[in-house]
């Protein structure tokens, strides 16, 4: 069956059950408005009252002892078909298995009626189901409001500066709406009351193997994002046990689901605090992103490129060399090919702008454009649709796996020796093609002409737009085929170098590791004598520092003003010190169930930069770090205040052009 809604359920038949005349019961569609109302039979009555000569009262076994009639009759839900209109509207989005022919047997009402004595004074049946209507509700739940409050209010309202002359001042609109409650409800008093929170599930579930256009399949979940099952919910911590209660009956949660919170419910909203703060000392000083010293601004960007690879550092560096890369490309008359691959590009992404310029001008261009990035499908659809109508050729990655790989290569026509010949180049990052988070988050970006390279993702984009067997890749790790037992082997042998007495060592920057094997890996290393540091941003399932286990391990978490995202996999190699950028956590998601690159720096100062500027800062920042403990708890940065913190070091390194690297 296909299961439309959990709750309340609405569940579908597949199109294998139109294959009987008589619908089985286990194929049988189900619409729900309201949860399934629970039933004991031992207990249930059908009441029959009103003009009626005789009240009764039945039990089941009465009406089963009553003559039965069979009757077979379609039973089809008038929104049977939704999903196929154009354009789409809301509600349950039935295909074609909303119906259901069924024999229905039992007593018939008719029998009932004349059993009770119906007078010739009724003019209408009334049915009461099993589900309860509000005048028999708990006179509590009766009494419920429930006050909406307009998302063009503002959650924060700054205070007048009479109120507070000395600093600045603000209340939350929860606060004003807490303190006027009785004037909302005049004459009625309020006994308690409580702001509260759901989340709702918002994945959507397309089974790609079952649709034939899995752009149209999405735009058609997009419309039942708002209703997926609720997960979770918060209230205030005061809010009234009755309440949480009914609240958590309506959602259909388990007590563990509850969250009391002292404080605001939705923290988010105190984002808005920020547009108003106006002493210096309550900002950061502006970013202002600085032109890689390498590069001249306007320079022959291929030229550049040719001269030796370039890495990138954002957001001390900025992503618009990237940007310009892309310009220059589509202005080439030499250039005849652009191949990219789009996660999160954001609202008016000047890259999208560029690619639909290029597709006008008669390049080649073609773009991978993942339509499940989470709560950015809606803007990839457009991404799509827009760069299709000017004929780029528009590719969804393979079934199954999310394309999250950060690549964008050109083919250039050049000349050599009087023989013409098609030259490759390549950007690769471990940060999405997103001009607004390059000034948000840490990310490595390289530029490169390296022959290998560029082959390899070449190889990568005809995999996936050919849907054909990937080549071996000389240089690349990809993921889900090569990424993670390369890493694997990695390890290992580092471990094999330290039992043989050599210096080993193991460092990697990731957002999070939560991958079983990996972890393992690792333990293993540890117990042969491995050093091991690990900076881990976000969900970590490796305990460090158990003895016996992992006493060579290190864990630390650095969160500061920028979001720490590159990631980075060092390997001292016996002194020949492998480093790699990738795109890829290591969780499973990401090594098996998505398309991830990670690439080489083989350039050695390149590969010095990446030591010095993306790990060493972050190992001996004793202002951001959080410590992971042997017991799962993380210990606070030592020197909060005055300690050494890798995000300001970056700054003033990478920031001041008159300082070299």
């Known amino acids: 069956m296909i299961v439309r809604s959990a ?34 039979l031992a207990q249930w009555r059908l009441e029959v009252q009103g003009h009626v000569a005789t009240p009764l009262s039945l039990t089941m076994t009465d009406l089963r002892q009553m003559p039965s009639y069979e009757l077979t009759a379609v039973l089809e839900c008038a929104g049977n078909g939704r999903a196929f209109y154009d354009p789409p509207v809301p509600g ?51 009494t419920i409001a429930i006050v909406k409050v307009p998302r063009a209010l503002p959650r924060v309202i700054p205070l007048p500066s009479k109120l507070t002359p000395d600093r600045q001042a603000f209340v939350l609109l929860s606060s004003v709406i807490r303190a006027h409650l009785a004037d909302l409800f005049p004459r009625r008093g309020v006994a308690g009351f409580s702001q509260f929170r759901v989340t709702r599930d918002s994945e959507l579930w397309v089974d790609e193997r079952e649709v034939s256009d899995l752009r149209q399949a999405l735009q058609i979940e997009l419309t039942q994002r708002h209703f997926g099952n609720a997960v979770r919910l918060e209230v205030l911590r005061t809010c009234p046990d009755a309440l949480e209660l009914m609240l958590r009956e309506q959602f259909e949660l388990p007590p563990q689901a509850v969250y009391r919170v002292a404080g605001p419910v939705n923290l988010v909203r105190l984002n808005q605090l920020v547009d108003h703060l106006n002493r210096p000392e309550h900002r950061f000083p502006p970013l202002v992103p600085a032109w890689p010293r390498q590069l001249a601004q306007g320079s022959d960007l291929f030229e550049a490129i040719r001269r030796g690879d370039i890495l990138l550092h954002h957001p001390f560096e900025s992503f618009e060399p990237v940007v ?32 639909e310029q290029a597709a006008q001008l008669g390049k080649e261009v073609t773009v991978v454009v993942e339509l499940k990035a989470r709560f950015d499908e809606e803007a990839n659809i457009n991404v799509a649709e827009r760069l299709e109508a000017v004929g780029a050729q528009i590719v969804y990655g393979l079934v199954g796996l999310k394309t999250h790989a950060k690549l964008l290569l050109v083919l250039r026509r050049e000349s050599a020796r ?39 993702v070449e190889k990568v984009f005809m995999h996936l737009t050919s849907l054909t067997r990937v080549e071996r890749l000389r240089h690349l790790w990809l993921a889900p ?65 158990v003895k016996g286990l992992s006493d060579n391990i290190q864990v630390r978490s650095v969160v500061g003003r920028f979001l720490e995202h590159h990631r980075i996999y060092y390997y001292a190699a016996g002194g020949s010190e492998l480093v790699y950028l990738a795109s890829a956590d290591w969780m499973g998601r990401n090594l098996f169930r998505r398309i991830e690159v990670a690439f080489p720096v083989l350039d050695p100062k390149l590969k010095r930069r990446v030591i010095d500027e993306g790990l060493r800062p972050y190992l001996e920042d004793s202002a951001e770090a959080w410590t992971l403990l042997p017991s799962g708890e993380y210990a606070p940065p030592r020197q909060l205040a005055h300690g ?15 300082e070299e690297h």
Not at 421 to 433: E, I, K, P, Q, S
Not at 481 to 506: C, D, M, S
Not at 644 to 658: E, G, M, N, S, V
């Open 92 to 142: 349950i989005q039935w295909r074609n298995g909303a119906v259901g022919n069924g024999r229905w047997a039992g007593a018939r009402l008719r029998d009932v009626l004349q059993k009770a004595g119906l007078h010739s004074s009724a003019k209408e049946i009334l049915c009461d189901g099993a589900d309860v209507p509000l005048g028999k509700m708990p006179d509590f739940q009766r």
């Open 324 to 355: 310009d890369f892309l310009r220059q490309a589509v202005a080439d008359p030499k250039v005849v090919a652009i191949r990219m691959t789009l996660y999160r590009t954001g609202t008016g992404s000047v890259l999208v702008d560029l690619l």
């Open 7 to 40: 709750r309340p359920e609405d569940v579908e038949m597949p199109a294998a059950g139109f294959g009987n005349f008589i619908t089985p019961i286990d194929r049988f569609f189900v619409r729900s408005h309201v949860t399934v109302p629970s039933v004991d």
């Open 481 to 545: 085929f090569t990424l993670h037992q390369r890493n694997l082997a990695a390890i290992a042998n580092e471990a094999r170098l330290a039992r043989a007495g050599k210096p080993a060592r193991v460092i990697a920057k990731v957002n999070a590791l939560v991958d079983e094997a990996t972890i393992n890996a690792l333990y293993e290393a540890s117990s042969a004598g491995v050093r091991i540091d690990l900076i881990v941003r976000g969900a970590c399932s490796l305990r460090p520092g």
């Open 418 to 456: 009087g023989r013409e010949r098609l030259v490759r180049y390549a950007h690769l990052g471990t940060g999405n093609y997103h001009p607004t988070t390059t000034k948000l988050y840490t990310d490595f970006g390289m530029l490169t002409a390296h022959p290998g390279i560029c082959t390899d």
């Open 644 to 658: 050494q913190c890798a995000q300001r070091k970056l700054l003033t390194l990478l920031t001041r052009p008159d």
